[in-house]
């Protein structure tokens, strides 16, 4: 296992793992382009933690693929809570069949 930047790499089914797409206490935000290009080099799959961005990022406030104006579909899994920005509870994992299963 590697880490790096906030990113968990695992060997052999390599996962990218990013536990804070934005940053509750500083605001920073992860430049997903960068991660996206790293995963799909290295054949990776992305995991992104979407607790303190969904519904708070991006122009339609839709999280960090907004907010960068990336594909959604080139993110693995996405997870997110609803008991920030939404203000309820529960939350979600999203993400392709495969993975899923
Ligand atoms: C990065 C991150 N992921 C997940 C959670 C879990 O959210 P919840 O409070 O809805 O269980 C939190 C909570 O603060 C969080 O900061």
Redesign the pocket.
Same mark, same amino acid.
């Given at each position: 296992m590697l880490v790096q930047n906030n990113c968990v790499i695992h060997v052999p089914f390599m996962w990218l793992v990013h536990?804070?797409c934005c940053y509750?206490m500083e605001g920073s935000i992860v430049r997903l382009p960068d991660l996206i290009r790293l995963k799909k080099k290295y054949k990776a799959y992305l995991y992104l933690?979407e607790?303190?961005s969904i519904g708070a990022t991006g122009p339609r406030g839709r999280g960090i693929c907004d907010h960068w104006d990336c594909d959604p579909k080139d993110v693995d899994i996405l997870m997110g &809570?609803? &008991?920030?920005s939404f203000a309820s509870a529960g939350?979600y994992i999203a993400g392709n069949k495969v993975c899923m299963l």
């Amino acid at each position: 296992m590697l880490v790096q930047n906030n990113c968990v790499i695992h060997v052999p089914f390599m996962w990218l793992v990013h536990r804070m797409c934005c940053y509750s206490m500083e605001g920073s935000i992860v430049r997903l382009p960068d991660l996206i290009r790293l995963k799909k080099k290295y054949k990776a799959y992305l995991y992104l933690d979407e607790a303190h961005s969904i519904g708070a990022t991006g122009p339609r406030g839709r999280g960090i693929c907004d907010h960068w104006d990336c594909d959604p579909k080139d993110v693995d899994i996405l997870m997110g &809570t609803f &008991t920030k920005s939404f203000a309820s509870a529960g939350g979600y994992i999203a993400g392709n069949k495969v993975c899923m299963l």
